[in-house]
């Protein structure tokens, strides 16, 4: 089944984890993938992983927070692919070393936080969305985080770069959604994507994990999948929402864990 056929996708940070997962996923439902990312080795990898399974990739270099390079990839897509359908704004993250608690955090990180999520966002739709509506329609994906949903010890820009993500999503679909132009956002909670998988000490990994409902951590393809269906027709009634794909950490109560106990039996 092709549930992409005809499309043509844009994602990017799909040189890594979670943006080349989603890249390949829809290459596999039958769209044509920009593979956009600053590191243009990685690029390069995953778009050779998408054509030696017998999809259709192109690689760009692209700096997401720079207007120049966002309009660049745009005009490549057009010259390539004859169309933009699905746009995934999938970079994004801060330094976890210095985005720290108010007191203590790195007003630069601040400032570097609010390019690469919010104006790299912002960047994407506003080149993006012209071609859109072009063609009839499409489909933005933001990439948000479980930070924008709850208060944490550190990384205050992340949360609230995050949150202005949430607010963008729904400003693009109210704008653009007579056009047919869909904007969602994807909450990802915890995802063992390369950075946390090498960085991460086993046993915040384990509380992350009982911090989940479900007994395990999400992986890159979690999230791809996710996209694939927003990216999809099969998602056309829905528009301005923030999808939370996080295995049940934000919806149960702190003590559930801890009432497990008290059950017989
Ligand atoms: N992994 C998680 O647990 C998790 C959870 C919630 C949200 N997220 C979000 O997912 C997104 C990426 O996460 P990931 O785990 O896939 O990260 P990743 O580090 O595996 O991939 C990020 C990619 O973005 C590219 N990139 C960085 N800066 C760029 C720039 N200025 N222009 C173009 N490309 C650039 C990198 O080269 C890399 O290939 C971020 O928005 C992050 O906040 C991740």
Do not use: W
């Not at 949903?149 to 820009?157: A, F, K, R």
């Not at 949360?159 to 729904?170: E, H, L, N, P, Q």
């Not at 999809?232 to 934000?250: A, K, P, W």
């Amino acid at each position: 089944m092709e549930r992409l056929k005809d499309k043509v996708a844009v994602i990017t940070g799909a040189g890594s984890g979670i943006g080349r997962s989603a890249a390949e996923l829809m290459s596999r439902q039958g769209a044509r993938v920009v593979v956009a990312d600053h590191n243009t080795q990685a690029a390069e990898e995953t778009a050779a992983i998408i054509e030696a399974a017998g999809g259709r990739a192109l690689p760009v270099t692209v700096d997401v927070t720079d207007e120049g390079s966002v309009a660049d990839m745009v005009a490549a897509t057009i010259s390539e692919f004859d169309g933009l359908h699905v746009l995934c704004n999938h970079v994004g993250g801060t330094n976890p070393r210095r985005d720290l608690d108010l007191l203590r955090m790195d007003m630069d990180e601040f400032d570097r936080a609010v390019s690469l999520n919010v104006r790299s966002t912002l960047l994407g739709a506003r080149h993006a969305v012209p071609h859109m509506i072009s063609a009839g329609g499409g489909s933005i994906i933001n990439t948000a985080s479980v930070a924008a949903l709850v208060g944490d010890v550190l990384q205050t820009s992340y949360g609230a770069v995050k949150a202005a993500v949430v607010s963008i999503t729904k400003s693009i679909a109210v704008q653009y959604g007579p056009q047919n132009v869909r904007c969602n956002a994807i909450a990802p909670g915890a995802v063992m994507t390369p950075a946390p998988e090498n960085n991460l000490p086993e046993d915040v990994v384990e509380a992350l994990r009982r911090g989940n409902a479900l007994p395990y951590l999400g992986s890159p393809e979690d999230i791809g999948h996710t996209m694939v269906f927003l990216a999809s027709d099969e998602s056309r009634y829905l528009t301005g929402q923030l999808l939370v794909v996080d295995g049940g950490m934000t919806m149960q109560s702190s003590a559930a864990p801890g009432r497990r106990a008290m059950l017989p039996g």
